[in-house]
């Protein structure tokens, strides 16, 4: 079974610095994507970055991106420039390719606060 | 943008009654799914539907839950008698078929109380 593991329950950065979210996951597959979800206070999961393991070229969306290396396992989130509205819990997430269903397996999740 | 609505966003119910939690999920998605969350935790996947029918549940979705889409635009979860630890947060979230849509996209949610 698929498995994600997020190492770091807090994390805290200052405004307008950056910091990185870890994330790691096992998986025999080799068809497959992973995501990071924020969830803020309203508990809303909304999108913030996808990866598919087929690309080599890392994404990137504005002030995120992600450094996904496939032989290690390993998929972290940076934030550059961090703002007050970063805050919230941040979510690994890994589904497989294209299967009937492909849930989604998600991390025990990383609550970044964002310090002024 | 459309988004993945769902009702109610707070439902609060007795131990033993049934529930039902409603979602509209984007309108050219054809792959809905449910997860729940219990306050600290992460999200667990319940179940997923394409086609009229349960392609994927977790050992979660006992046979006290059911789905269902009794119209072209809704996708319902039932809890037919809920109990003290299905208190949770219940999430909607549709994709699209095939290769156009890997990403699930979530709505707001549904907290559920059961007293």
């Known amino acids: 079974a698929q498995t994600v593991t997020q190492s770091q329950p807090e994390m805290s950065v200052q405004e307008a610095e950056t910091v990185t979210l870890s994330c790691t996951y096992d998986?025999?597959?080799?068809?497959?994507?992973l995501f990071w979800y924020k969830q803020p206070p309203s508990r809303q999961m909304i999108l913030v970055i996808r990866?598919?393991?087929?690309?080599?070229q890392n994404a990137t969306e504005n002030r995120f991106s992600v450094n996904f290396q496939k032989a290690a396992k390993s998929f972290s989130l940076k934030i550059s420039d961090s703002q007050l509205g970063d805050a919230a819990m941040y979510f690994c997430?890994?589904?497989?390719?294209?299967?009937?269903?492909?849930?989604?397996?998600f991390g025990e999740g990383t609550q970044l606060t964002v310090n002024p | 943008e459309p988004e993945v609505t769902q009702t109610p966003s707070h439902q609060v119910t007795q131990m033993g009654q049934e529930v039902i939690l409603r979602c509209v999920p984007i309108?050219?998605?054809?792959?809905f799914y449910w997860y729940r969350q219990i306050l600290g935790q992460k999200v667990e996947f319940l179940v997923s539907?394409?086609?009229?029918?349960?392609?994927?549940k977790s050992e979660i979705f006992d046979d006290q839950f059911s789905v269902e889409r009794p119209d072209g635009s809704n996708f319902t979860l039932k809890i037919r008698s809920t109990k003290l630890e299905d208190s949770a947060m219940y999430f909607c979230?549709?994709?699209?078929?095939?290769?156009?849509?890997?990403?699930?996209?979530f709505g707001p949610g549904t907290r559920l109380t059961v007293l």
């Open positions: 979230a549709s994709r699209q078929a095939g290769g156009l849509g890997p990403t699930q996209y």
């Open positions: 998986t025999s597959e080799s068809d497959y994507y």
């Open positions: 990866q598919e393991a087929y690309k080599q």
């Open positions: 997430a890994y589904r497989r390719g294209e299967t009937s269903g492909s849930r989604l397996t």
């Open positions: 309108s050219n998605h054809l792959y």
């Open positions: 539907f394409y086609n009229n029918e349960i392609s994927e």
